[in-house]
């Protein structure tokens, strides 16, 4: 975050207009075309850099600035300051046409680098990364001790080999091999000279430099590392860290042809034998090719940072730096052993001891992530098992750690990235998903990308209802995580949940023993296959309902469940389609009441509910009881409109396949405007439906018909929506047309007679016309068919969705069926 003052210049900086970004590069222009440059070209250049760096988008500048910016830049006059914002100004108008800038005759190292960080931000149009490569590699191979310093060049080698790493030659990748063997390994171990400026006191009786120190403040007893402390330094020294800072990328470009080298398969050979142990002790006798003994020297730094790593450093700064380096270093441990299986052994001790002493170290918990890479990468190859390190770390870093954004989204994408190295240890990771799922709640607008790559790895048959009752609980997890860190003694100087909002009463009560255990299911670390009913915690925590983390969290959810159900549909069977059915109707009047957040999940559950009856049409059938029981409720009908419509309406879906039975009977396709309870409690669709279930659904949606258009507690309420009064009356039309005994009573309602709908015309008239029984078409008879005994089947009119109705008899104790099939 900013603070007042910077955001302020910022908004000025974006506010700036086309014109005054003009008449300000005049002004630019000419203080660069002075002889001496002074603070005011600082501070010009300094504001034009706020101007075209405080955007995303592109700011177009002047011609004639932009040749005096490269003049400027180029100048081996100019002081340093300068050339930095001019390079600055130019990377950000990056990419152009128009410049001439050219690296070839540049001797200073500083000039340079600041020269190809503009030409390489250009891209590669006109070869400018090899032009710069070749350059730099010049500078490099000479070796004259007075020549200038290759430290800023470091930088520029790392981008080129990220962008262009064919660029190098053989001969250039070895060089600058031996070159970093020499700096890591070889760095003096005293201290740098301090620069004086001269003058009365300066004295040849200075006092010399001692030797560097550890950070606990011992002396240093064996080579310089990144980790040695000093006064100052020496050149090599800041070589030394500029090497070990582009180590791991300049291994990984190093290695020839990776994995499919033509040695390659006589070292994996090696892999997990005895011959490998054997070949770690005996490379210090031979010489080694440049790329090998790079790779045995760092090794050796490696090792040596996780010595220096144990050390309890004096300050805060160091001890950062130890946390940076050990990540640093069991990263660059991972790819010496992937790209040389002899370093594995050697590797694994002290990766073991490293984990054992890090898992009792809240402080350095994100070194845990490395370790845990390195076994899934080598662990198999190594006969170690995995297991206990990923158990530790999905089971206690996200209960302890969730509140930290950076944790939470490197553990995500560990997760998400290797999904096909956990092998048979996926299984831990699908049931740590009420852990991960803290990281997703505490974070989730930066994480719900992530999620929604990872989720489909974590559902399967065994988890897909308790990740469903997971998903719909989301909030009240994240207002369950604020409840738990303002309870738990603070573990920083500010606090992580928000101070404006005040909630004693929430405090005082969660210590209630009846709430505890419904606190203790929601913060579960790993599934526990059941679920229980979360409403009395929704009333205890409905004070948090408000919280900005809380109604964040509540976005995502629709987002969340759309990739739930796209992944659970791929593989449910009938049985846990039914569970998933239910539970939807079950939990579409017990959600957080979070605002906005009930109408958002409706919407997803009523398109969800319809997808699973066209994968399932027999659900209809089978919950015909729940669904009798839901659909009879007129209480919530506001707010639950969504879901009723979605259990009586049609909704645009993809054709869902065909069920045998009907494709038997010559049903070649099916409609994309699918029905739940109108068009699959059907004999077409399920033999088990009769007439008995037909007539009581037609009766309940009947009274809840003739409730939610007469029946109005008070005026400040707002009436039924018109849509749901809609499909209530299109559902009992295409009931009617499936039983005899109903197309009387549906029927007279059309003649003026006391049965019908005739209220509904007086709730209103124009908006919901009653489907016509006599319409063109003829689309229902008002009088059931005639049938003969001879011929049990015969054609008739068209039905309500525009199909022939074939009404086929079958006897019941109350009359008879009438199914519409398409």
């Known amino acids: 975050m900013f603070t007042a003052g910077a955001e302020s210049l910022l908004h000025q900086a974006r506010d700036i207009r086309d014109e005054e970004l003009k008449k300000f590069c005049s002004r630019v222009v000419n203080l660069l075309q002075k ?4 603070p005011d070209a600082v501070d010009a250049l300094q504001r034009l850099f706020l101007i075209v760096s405080a955007t995303k988008y592109k700011r177009k500048l002047e011609d004639t600035c932009v040749h005096l910016l490269q003049a400027t830049l180029c100048s081996p006059k100019c002081p340093e300051q300068l050339q930095l914002l001019c390079a600055s100004i130019l990377r950000e108008t990056s990419p152009r046409d128009d410049l001439t800038l050219s690296c070839d005759h540049i001797q200073s190292t500083r000039q340079l680098s600041l020269v190809a960080s503009v030409l390489l931000a250009q891209g590669d149009p006109k070869g400018e990364v090899r032009s710069v490569g070749q350059r730099v590699f010049r500078i490099l191979e000479s070796r004259q001790p007075e020549g200038p310093s290759p430290r800023h060049l470091l930088p520029v080698v790392s981008k080129i080999t990220h962008l262009a790493p064919h660029t190098l030659h053989e001969d250039q990748t070895n060089q600058l091999s031996k070159r970093l063997v ?143 380096c050990l990540v640093e270093a069991v990263l660059v441990l991972d790819v010496l052993c992937r790209q040389d299986p002899s370093f594995l052994y050697r590797t694994l001790s002290c990766l073991k001891a490293l984990h054992a002493r890090l898992c009792g170290d809240p402080a350095r918990v994100r070194t845990l992530l490395p370790i845990a890479q390195f076994f899934l990468n080598h662990g198999e190859a190594a006969a170690v098992d995995s297991e206990a390190v990923l ?70 048959a065994d988890t897909a209802v308790e990740v469903l009752h997971a998903l719909l609980d989301l909030p009240c997890l994240t207002a369950a995580l604020d409840l738990q860190l303002r309870l738990s003694p603070a573990t920083s100087e500010r606090p992580l949940w928000d101070p404006s909002l005040k909630i004693p009463s929430c405090l005082e009560a969660s210590r209630d023993p009846q709430f505890q255990g419904l606190l203790q299911y929601l913060l579960r670390a790993t599934a526990s296959g059941t679920t229980e009913r979360l409403g009395p915690l929704h009333r205890l925590l409905q004070p948090l309902a408000s919280c900005a983390r809380v109604v964040q969290c509540a976005q995502a959810v629709p987002t969340l469940l759309e990739a739930f159900f796209s992944a659970v549909t791929q593989f449910a069977d009938g049985a846990l389609t039914k569970q998933l059915a239910l539970l939807l109707l079950e939990r579409s009047d017990s959600l957080f009441q979070v605002p906005q957040y009930e109408a958002h999940v409706h919407r997803v559950l009523s398109s969800r509910f319809l997808a699973l009856c066209a994968l399932h049409p027999s659900l209809v059938v089978e919950l015909a009881k729940e669904l009798l029981e839901f659909v009879g409720s007129v209480s919530g009908i506001q707010g639950r409109g969504a879901m009723l419509a979605s259990v009586v309406r049609p909704a645009s879906l993809p054709a869902p396949p065909l069920p045998r039975r009907a494709a038997r009977r010559g049903l070649r396709s099916v409609p994309t405007q699918v029905w739940a309870i109108g068009e699959y409690l059907s004999v077409s669709w399920d033999r088990r439906c009769t007439v008995e279930q037909i007539n009581r659904f037609f009766e309940a949606l009947e009274a809840v018909l003739f409730e939610v258009t007469q029946s109005r507690p008070s005026a400040a309420l707002p009436r039924c929506p018109p849509q749901v009064v809609t499909v209530l009356m299109t559902t009992l039309t295409k009931l009617a047309s499936r039983s005899q005994d109903l197309i009387p009573r549906y029927g007279r309602g059309r003649t003026g007679k006391p049965a019908g709908f005739p209220w509904v015309r007086e709730w209103a008239p124009d908006a919901c016309p009653v489907p016509d029984v006599r319409s063109a078409g003829g689309r229902l008879l008002a009088s059931p068919p005639r049938f003969s005994s001879s011929s049990p089947t015969s054609w008739g009119p068209r039905s309500t969705c525009g199909a022939r109705l074939q009404r086929t008899r079958v006897p019941s104790s109350s009359g008879s069926l009438c199914s519409c099939r398409r």
């Open 35 to 38: 002889d001496e440059l002074g």
């Open 182 to 324: 020499d700096w890591l390994r070889y760095a003096s171990v005293q201290q740098g000279v301090a620069h004086t400026s001269g003058g009365f006191f300066s004295t040849p009786r200075a006092r010399q430099p001692g030797p560097v120190t550890e950070v606990d403040g011992a002396v240093a007893t064996d080579f310089f590392t990144v980790l040695s402390t000093g006064q100052h330094f020496t050149e090599d020294q800041w070589l030394n860290v500029q090497a070990f800072s582009m180590l791991r990328a300049w291994l990984l470009h190093s290695d020839p042809e990776g994995p499919s080298a033509p040695d390659a398969d006589d070292r994996s050979e090696l892999e997990g034998s005895t011959l490998s142990v054997l070949s770690a002790g005996s490379t210090a006798g031979r010489l080694l090719p440049p790329r090998e003994r790079l790779r045995e020297k760092a090794f050796e730094y490696c090792q040596r940072l996780a010595e220096q790593s144990t050390r309890r450093a004096l300050r805060k700064g160091d001890s950062d730096l130890q946390k940076a």
């Open 391 to 460: 158990r530790h770390l999905l089971t206690r870093t996200p209960s302890e750690f969730f509140h930290s954004p950076m944790l939470a989204f490197e553990l995500t994408c560990f997760c998400r990235d290797n999904l096909p190295l956990f092998g048979r240890n996926l299984d831990i990771l699908k049931r740590s998903f009420p852990n991960l799922f803290k990281l997703l709640a505490w974070n989730s607008p930066p994480l719900t990308a992530e999620f929604v790559a990872l989720l489909p790895s974590l559902v399967d």
